[in-house]
């Protein structure tokens, strides 16, 4: 049970240039979430998914999508990288019957510059 | 919408002793409260958290506090050891609207031995 993995672990991008990161759980959670991490500035939420198929936006949205095809897979796409996108990325997931617990992966570190 | 504030955002305290996180909340209808611990380089992990018909939970050396009156919750940490050196989060959340979770800006806390 590896839990939630994220790949890749570090990535630097030009301004302008788009990626998708990668987020997969083997937990058969339904929900998942996307998060940015900046130095003192606590962990806020840009995208979650109650369930295959069903996307909602968190607090920080813009200029990132988001898609869930599948249960364990939940990539997060970056459009038009912006220096201002610089930050740890986290995927969540969690159980359905209890979303407020939930499980982290190591994280993606991004810069863009 | 909830605002968490964490206090201090840097804590060193000699190995044995006590340690004391602070947070506030905003929404008097947030109604959960869980506190996250974040070793270097992992993602955040669960670690106690506790609901608002509760006034105190203790889980060994840790243990977290309500006031509902004065919208503040507080983690303590009894008889520090160096592995509990490491980033700790609160948060709050709503159970009747499930998923998201509003984190403070994170203390990092050094045990020193």
């Known amino acids: 049970n590896a839990g939630v993995t994220q790949t890749p672990k570090f990535r630097i991008l030009k301004i302008g240039q788009s990626m998708t990161l990668q987020c997969t759980q083997d937990m058969n959670h339904n929900y998942m979430y996307w998060y940015r991490q900046d130095p003192g500035m606590g962990l806020k939420l840009i995208y979650y998914s109650v369930g295959a198929g069903i996307t909602d936006k968190g607090e920080v949205p813009n200029g990132y999508n988001v898609s869930r095809s599948t249960t364990e897979d939940f990539p997060l796409r970056l459009e038009l990288a912006a220096p201002s996108q610089t930050s740890v990325y986290f995927c969540a997931s969690s159980y359905s019957s209890r979303p407020y617990e939930q499980y982290f992966g190591p994280g993606t570190r991004l810069t863009v510059t | 919408g909830e605002n968490v504030e964490q206090h201090p955002s840097t804590l060193s305290v000699q190995e044995g002793d006590s340690a004391v996180i602070k947070c506030t909340y905003s929404?008097?209808?947030?109604?959960?409260f869980p506190w996250y611990k974040q070793e270097l380089g992992k993602g955040p992990q669960l670690i106690i958290d506790?609901?608002?018909?509760?006034g105190e939970k203790k889980d060994q050396r840790i243990a977290v506090t309500l006031n509902k009156t004065a919208k503040h919750f507080s983690l303590h940490i009894t008889e520090t050891q160096p592995e509990d050196s490491a980033v700790y989060f609160c948060?709050?959340?709503?159970?009747?609207?499930?998923?998201?979770?509003?984190f403070g800006a994170g203390t990092i806390l050094r045990v020193k031995s």
């Open positions: 948060a709050a959340s709503n159970l009747e609207y499930g998923n998201k979770l509003v």
């Open positions: 506790i609901r608002s018909n509760v």
């Open positions: 929404d008097s209808a947030s109604n959960y």
